[in-house]
């Protein structure tokens, strides 16, 4: 007993750092807050929202739900779906034009590159609305407003996709093994295929992610381009909702359940592939 | 040079601007054309002869730099500019200087709950912008807020969250709130990329953990805080959605509260595509002189650096 006393004891507190916990942790409650509320809300019938503690649970979910999806025969869910249509086209069409933008301007030596390559990426910093509102004249001009076309077709080439495919395929597929695969005697395009692609894949996921997010939080496009409801996304949709909602109250529990509705299948997406995000590459972009 | 050779070297030759075609085809359509054409109709008005009734009756004509003179002066547009301008004096430094500290802590040895409270401060930026603003917005509302229920059983003033002021700490909040969390994992990743033999070296100096973080950790992610710096920037000129959405909760936010609503207010609001290009041209230049102006000077900064 004694030799215990004697000897030095570890402090609790250098056990683990907890100051820097605690404000992590306040940090997190933060983030969290709204997305709790909501969840919470959503479970409440109209009247409960306005009259009960809101973080009380209410009763009212299955109903909301229901009558959510009984809203202008489901067109609720047709909303979603046109969202994971939006944002799953867009977005694997856009990796594939950076994965190939990307691979031509890392490993091939030729006129005109870097200019290409500066000219692609101003579009980064190009508003939005600067494009979109000549975007819609023109599309109109085509008969394509108000069209799934009109919404997929401007965000398929993504400068800032093809600004991290060439980082990627820079950093990812050596000058050596092109050059092996041209000994064989593969074409080039076979090269990029079979020897390239396998190679940039992680890279891509991350493209893909990236640009699956943007689309699905897209709204201004949208917002401009579509008059039909039927082919909105879901966040068209729910501003909409809201925007009624606000002339008759008993709209808010469906934009709640709405909301929360619309961010399960995006968090569902963020928690399970967060693990395989390259985030290093932002950072390893910046370096270079 | 056998046939076989010379067909594979030209195969290699034209290869890159053949994998380049999507990409081009793609920008000339929908970025060098549109923004060629909000040029030129920047350039345009429509005249209306007599009545303005019938076909033939509205001609479109060459304006000059009418649009432009006309979206200079106009109070509305620069009433939007310096709201914006407000807005980011506020999301800017909060943001950053939020990214900068979690991603510091979560730096830190000795830390519990890393995983965690690194991916719930990076899930807001998997929630579209418009949802947030749309559960924020709830959260300001009196009759549903948590906060209002508080401050009423604490028998405290309740203040107007969606007016005035305050208006623009609710707005800023929710771009805070979403552009945290990724700014930290940018600038944690390159935190993980020091090497541990700098920190190490540090400590036998006899260097604190603040220390640490203040001389070796800050000045190193440097390069991090210069690209969320001017991407926060670029964001912060183009919002749009956040107050687009909040304005059916609040009398308080205009339809034409910052320029690129305004843009749009003009566009297909009040039809005038003329005035909208001139002023989606403007709003466009003053981004690129931002943010080109701003990564000079963070260039020259780590050049003068490196001369020391």
Redesign the interface.
């Known amino acids: 007993m004694t030799t215990q006393l004697v000897r030095p004891l570890p402090t609790a507190p ?4 907890l100051v ?2 605690a ?3 306040l ?2 409650l ?6 709790a ?2 969840l919470v ?1 959503s479970t409440k019938s109209g009247s409960e ?2 009259s009960t ?3 009380l649970p209410g009763t009212g979910f299955a109903d909301n739900v229901s009558e959510l999806s009984a809203y202008r025969d489901g067109v609720y869910w047709k909303w979603m779906v046109n969202s994971a249509f939006y944002a799953g086209a867009g977005a694997l069409l856009s990796t594939a ?1 950076s994965a ?2 990307g ?3 890392a490993v ?1 030596r ?1 006129r005109g ?1 870097e200019s ?1 390559f500066n ?2 990426l ?10 979109a ?6 599309l109109a001009k085509a008969d394509l407003t108000d069209s799934y076309l009109s919404v997929l ?2 965000v ?2 993504s400068p800032y996709g ?1 600004y991290l495919a060439r980082i990627y395929a820079a950093a990812a597929v050596p000058g050596d093994v092109i050059e092996a695969g ?1 000994m064989d005697g593969g ?3 076979r090269i ?1 295929r079979t020897i390239a692609l396998p190679m940039m894949l992680p890279g891509l996921v991350t493209v893909f992610l990236f640009q699956f ?1 943007a689309i ?2 897209n ?2 496009l949208p ?2 381009m579509l008059g039909d409801d039927e082919k909105f996304p879901v ?2 949709g ?2 909409t909702l ?2 009624q ?2 002339t008759t109250p008993a709209l ?1 529990t469906l ?2 359940t709405g ?1 929360l509705l ?2 399960v299948p ?2 569902a ?3 399970v592939i ?1 693990r395989f995000w390259s ?2 590459l ?6 270079s | 040079m056998t046939r076989a050779t010379r067909r594979k070297a030209y195969g290699v030759k034209s290869a890159p601007y053949v994998f380049l075609v999507p990409a081009t085809a793609l920008f000339l359509l929908f970025f060098a054309l549109p923004i060629g054409y909000a040029l030129y109709l920047s350039f345009r008005r429509t005249e209306v002869s007599g009545l303005g009734l019938g076909k033939g009756a509205r001609t479109e004509i060459w304006a000059g730099l009418a649009n432009y003179t006309e979206a200079l002066s106009d109070s509305e547009l620069l009433h939007g500019a310096l709201r914006i301008l407000g807005y980011g004096a506020i999301v800017v430094p909060v943001m950053l200087g939020l990214a900068l500290l979690f991603a510091l802590l979560l730096d830190t040895e000795r830390l519990r709950l890393r995983g965690f409270t690194r991916l719930a401060i990076f899930l807001p930026y998997a929630i579209p912008g418009v949802v947030a603003a749309l559960m924020w917005g709830f959260l300001y509302l009196p009759d549903v807020s948590p906060f209002y229920f508080l401050l009423d059983k604490a028998g405290l003033p309740q203040p107007g969250l969606l007016d005035g002021g305050p208006l623009y700490l609710a707005l800023a909040n929710i771009a805070v709130w979403g552009g945290t969390g990724f700014n930290m994992i940018v600038i944690y990743t390159s935190l993980r990329a020091i090497p541990a033999e700098i920190f190490e070296a540090a400590r036998l100096d006899g260097c604190s953990q603040w220390q640490i973080a203040l001389r070796i950790k800050i000045p190193m992610v440097a390069p991090s805080l210069v690209l969320t710096f001017f991407f926060s920037i670029i964001a912060t000129l183009q919002v749009f959605n956040e107050p687009t959405t909040l304005k059916p909760l609040t009398n308080s936010l205009s339809s034409t509260w910052s320029p690129l609503m305004k843009v749009y207010q003009d566009a297909f609001v009040n039809n005038d595509i003329y005035a909208a290009a001139a002023q989606a041209v403007i709003i466009a230049v003053a981004t690129l002189t931002l943010s080109f102006g701003f990564l000079k000077a963070a260039n020259s900064r780590t050049k003068q650096g490196d001369h020391q």
């Open positions: 250098r056990r683990f750092a820097p916990t404000a992590l942790l940090g997190a933060y983030c969290l807050l709204p997305v509320w909501v809300a929202l306005f503690f809101t973080f034009v190939i933008s691979y031509a301007l091939y030729f590159k290409i000219i692609l101003a579009g980064v910093l190009m508003p939005p609305v600067i494009l509102v000549p975007q819609y004249l023109l077709l401007p398929i080439l093809v041209r074409s080039e395009w990029f997010v699905w939080n709204f201004l917002y401009i966040t068209l729910l501003y809201l925007q909602g606000s808010y934009v709640i909301a619309a961010i995006l968090i997406l963020f928690l967060q985030l290093d932002l950072s390893g972009a910046v370096k």
